[in-house]
């Protein structure tokens, strides 16, 4: 299988790569137009800042090559919330892939959400043998509304969006690849998709 990820600068890429490694996949990082086109899968990974990911992207091109791509996109973390329409972290335009908007926690909780928590209302083949209730691990401090796209969600000062789907893109707000058997169980339906 192909499978790439997409270089933008937005990190944390070795522990994706390692959990697909466990799962005897080679994801391949890469920055190329027609190597992304050309994937069987692609991931959209991302920790960091959203405007300056979005920048990276807009100078590279990705931001109009990845809305185009035909073949299923995970979108992670970062990723997840640059294929929103709009974040307010540094009011920054996304890529609209999903029709939700992302948001600040308030100060009223702390934040980043850092840890395990649960995700439920799960409504994907993404979920295949995860249960309601399940943990996944995250680290964050903005969060997609709850939208029609909606595929989970989970609490945290709110109900949010965990995870969205859109025709082949999925995006999922935790952290896969740190999520134990569960978060590899997600990669491997997503393989199988």
């Known amino acids: ?8 600068g937005a990190g944390n890429i070795k522990s994706i790569q390692f959990a697909f490694q466990r799962l005897g996949y080679n994801a391949v990082l890469t920055n190329d137009p027609n ?8 991931i959209f990974p991302g920790v960091g800042e959203a405007s300056s990911a979005m920048a990276k992207l807009r100078e590279s091109g990705l ?7 035909k073949q299923p996109v995970l979108g992670i973390c970062l990723g997840m919330q640059l294929m929103c329409k709009h974040t307010e972290e540094g009011d920054t335009k996304g890529l609209g892939i999903f029709d939700a908007d992302v948001k600040r926690f308030s100060n009223q909780v702390k934040v980043p959400q850092m840890g395990w928590n649960i995700v439920r209302n799960l409504k994907s083949d993404l979920f295949k043998g995860i249960n309601e209730g399940d943990y996944m691990y995250l680290v964050h401090s903005y969060y997609a509304e709850t939208c029609e796209e909606a595929i989970a969600t989970t609490d945290y000062e709110i ?35």
């Open 1 to 8: 299988m192909d499978l790439k990820i997409v270089n933008y």
């Open 35 to 42: 190597a992304l086109i050309k994937a069987d899968k692609v």
């Open 63 to 69: 931001d109009t090559i990845i809305p185009e791509l």
């Open 159 to 193: 109900e949010y969006a965990s995870a969205l789907e859109n025709d082949n893109f999925f995006g999922v707000q935790f952290h896969p690849e740190k999520s134990s058997k569960v978060g590899e169980r997600l990669l491997q339906n997503f393989l199988e998709l």
